[in-house]
């Protein structure tokens, strides 16, 4: 199998991606992932059902939102299996907001025990990293900064949704004043003012 990073949005394909799509005879991926690589695919494109990639043909280009090993499809993949990376909300994110990705801690909240979320968040942040995260529906913005603010931290706090896309937004505030997610598509990045 193949697992192809699609990229964050629309147009971030890499060449190495794009000649894999097209080589490909058969694909499987979620709806977003499909519509993101659609004028590249020439066969039969299925949507994934089972995001553990089992049962699937050995020749089958798996599409994968984003970077496969960013909280991605990637983390299933056998030792026999190729990989080719996407350009990650990570790296957007940091492009727009001139952070280096060198000083970056990567959380993922999203499906993860809280618990153990918050304690990666404070040994990073006293180990002078910016945040780069990935929200969970019972952890979000709000939940965020409340956390921050409990344990002492302020905090420049931004959100960034949709990015990649037309409709890209990216809201800076505080620990005490935190932005608003608009949509459920958005990370979270948490620095020093």
Do not use: W
């Amino acid at each position: 199998m193949k697992i192809i990073g699609v990229g964050a949005g629309p147009g971030l394909l890499t060449e190495e991606a794009i000649k894999a799509i097209e080589n490909a005879n058969i694909i499987f991926g979620s709806k977003r992932a499909i519509e993101l690589a659609k004028e590249h695919i020439k066969c039969k494109a299925n949507i994934l059902t089972d995001y553990t990639l089992q049962n699937l043909p050995e020749n089958a280009v798996i599409l994968s939102t984003g970077d496969p090993m960013l909280s991605g499809l990637g983390k299933y993949a056998k030792l026999e299996d190729e990989i080719i990376p996407g350009i990650s909300s990570m790296q957007i994110a940091c492009a727009r907001l001139r952070l280096e990705i060198d000083n970056i801690a990567i959380i993922t909240a999203h499906s993860r025990d809280i618990g153990i979320v918050k304690e990666r968040i404070l040994a990073d942040l006293r180990n002078g990293k910016n945040i780069f995260l990935l929200p969970d529906s019972s952890f979000g913005v709000k939940e965020i900064a409340g956390f921050l603010k409990n344990e002492g931290f302020s905090k420049k706090i931004s959100v960034c949704e949709k990015l990649g896309y037309p409709d890209e937004r990216i809201v800076t505030g505080t620990t005490d004043k935190p932005p608003v997610a608009g949509s459920d598509m958005y990370c979270v990045i948490i620095t020093d003012f």
